[in-house]
């Protein structure tokens, strides 16, 4: 079994939106157009394996010291070979080099994030507001059921 980590070209976006649209359906992920994707394909750090794209993940920075870990999937044909987490630390490896203060991870999987060292805080004490100009796009907007969770770095 081969497994790469690697930044994706604009050539990959049509195969990543496919990848994430039953979370994106569900509510479970936001959209991200094709555009968007575009626009930020420098954030993104997919995975394959034997050449087949088994997830990626981005890491959108916010601020000067706050980065948000965005769009974690893994194909559940490959869930199980802790992708999920190489990416995530892939994310924070990242956050390093760009000499961020915080990760930040809006979830619904806390036990995991908390595997990878992230903590829950309360949402209220999310650092930059800018963040939210996101929600209003999100389907359970306004009621928010995400948890919030930040690294350290």
């Not at 359906?25 to 995975?47: F, K, Q």
């Not at 194909?75 to 990416?87: A, I």
């Not at 806390?110 to 209220?124: A, C, L, W, Y």
Request: hydrophobic residues 40%; aromatic residues 8%.
């Amino acid at each position: 079994m081969e497994i790469k980590f690697f930044k994706p070209t604009v050539k990959h976006i049509k195969q990543m939106q496919e990848l994430v649209k039953p979370e994106v359906d569900n509510g479970n992920i936001l959209l991200r157009t094709e555009d968007e994707m575009a626009n930020t394909i420098r954030s993104y750090t997919v995975v394959t394996v034997d050449n087949k794209l088994a997830g990626f993940t981005a890491l959108h920075i916010h601020s000067c010291r706050l980065a948000e870990v965005r769009s974690l999937i893994i194909s559940k044909e490959f869930r199980g070979l802790k992708l999920g987490k190489k990416l995530v630390e892939a994310c924070i490896e990242e956050g390093k080099k760009y000499e961020l203060e915080q990760i930040l991870s809006l979830t619904y999987e806390q036990g995991f994030f908390e595997s990878v060292g992230f903590r829950k805080i309360e949402k209220e004490n999310i650092p930059e507001h800018k963040i939210w100009a996101d929600c209003i796009r999100c389907k359970h907007f306004p009621i928010c059921d995400e948890i919030a969770m930040v690294y350290d770095l």
